[in-house]
DNA sequence: TTGTATGCGTTATCAT
DNA sequence: ATGATAACGCATACAA
């Protein structure tokens, strides 16, 4: 594994090594020939450039992390990609670290990435409160940093958001629209700062109609809490009109046990879901489902970053809110129940 | 951004260099009062190790690097997973590069986790023909290196893999015992080494129970494709007694459309996938399908990475073959057409 | 037990 | 236009 070095170069071709740099480095006078000789000469031999020793010169790295919670659930996947796409373009390489959903895991992820002297961050946070000193502490620091998806309401930072008050709106409205009045809100027992969105914008729309009471339940929103909560409302026999879940998972987990019970969706029951995934076309019936703009998150997330990379004096944090899509399929079509 | 170096931590308690480096590297004889004062100064200023300046000098950096073709379909994520669970029990970070399919994007990813001095690699290729000599050389160079899932035959190295060929064969096996005859094979269009081990595993299964001819389809395996098989069986009025498609996703998209046309699953026609997705529990009627290990192929890998690392004088490169499951579901139960 | 000096592979600041 | 040399932050052989 011994590596060619500039010293190689410059011992082969009976230069200095400083001239041997400057090939590699345009900004400096060296004669046209010379360099054209180093650096074929550098070709032949296999020469790559050590990036610790540059690193640790020039106090910088063309490094970007990328910090997500998980990514089993084919959102975070598709907002890396778009991240990834972008900052590729311009010369910077992708660290990606995954926490796990464990705050202290983030927090030994991001200080190997610091360590490493990544020149910017993309975050999503396993939780709100762990870690808020120390983000405070990178951002004071000058290290450029873009949370997104979840992230830390009173944290001065670049953010990229989704609408999820307008979109919780919108689908609780659409299932208002389908004749439904008896709708409950599945939502995330963990508190995220896009839980109280939802449950506001499910509010508010019921509340526009003048739909009270409206009931909320907390879960951690896997499949088998959709299936424990449908055995519920059964057992109670107690059906609701619809459910809109805080995901899709929770959501088809209902839906299975409903459907084994020979309900009719959506005629007996209708679903909604959150944050579409992949499942959401392929369930029977296909699920309603709120999507997301993944690839535009991470697209939008590195851009900011790359500003605030290249503008390093002015600290101006921004937010940006992206808009989404309520993709409407079977599991909320045409229900009309008068 | 100014970090903490030991040069700030001897200056401020008037030691050298040297004893403030040795006072973290236990190795050195250092009186224990000196240790403990400069380890508490240190804890108070905030001291970090530059990884950096380590790596130039250790020439390692206890990061391994992992490259995957894609990870949005569920399958490497939980690789992943597996392989960076022991990995961090051992104290190494994961540095992660996902190659969008392109073995140009594999190769600079491998450059650039080589350039940074990853202690080794675990892999699954995007293609098998284009950078073999390229890995040739690094293996030649001492780097160690797994390769899992997707391989090259000829190289010698180190690798993790499924028994494609057995459940194949099984899974043949399995839709024959349910009284089915006329079995189509949908296999990859892109060549990977698992791809022909299936295939045999297919014949070799039609042959022993003497069913011929077999046919088999090329395909990209995507549900699209799927369904395009799907309306050409069905337009053809040559209906399959089953099919076994190399993925789930094929599989899936070819159900739908029989679905749609009003067949009866697995009645008029039975279905089973391959290296099960999430998807085959969700899909109605559920999927059939063969499920790899993918925690165990991570964790694998990652212990036989460490195991090469420790002594790298031996190169004598294992290959393990994992063991699956044939998940028996609705798509292909009780079928028995005499 | 501790300090001095050297080097890891670069870039950058001087000279020449 | 090029060469010598000092950094960058750390580990380590050698001297004290």
Redesign the pocket.
Known sequence: MK?????DI?KKL?????????A??D?????QD??ELILKTAKELG????P???K????RSFNIGIVVPEFEKSYFPQVILGAQNVLLEHNYQVLLMQSNESSETERKNVETLVDNMVDGLIISLCSEEENIAYYKQLIAKGLPIVFFNRVIDELEATKVLFDDYKWAFFTTEHLIQQGLKNIIHIAPKKKYSYTNNRISGYKDAMTKHKLVPQKIIYSHLTVEDGEEIATRFIETKNIPDAIFSSNDYCAIGAMRVFKQHGFKIPKDIAFAGFSETQLSEFVDPQLTSVSQPTKLIGKTAAELLLKQIDNKESSIYQTVVLNGNLNIRESSMKVLKL
Not at 3 to 7: F, V
Not at 56 to 59: H, K, S
């Open positions: 590596h060619i070095t500039i010293k410059a009976n230069v200095s090594i400083s001239t041997v740099s400057r590699f480095n900004k400096y006078d060296i004669r010379t360099k020469y790559r450039p050590n610790m020793a540059k640790l010169i020039q106090q």
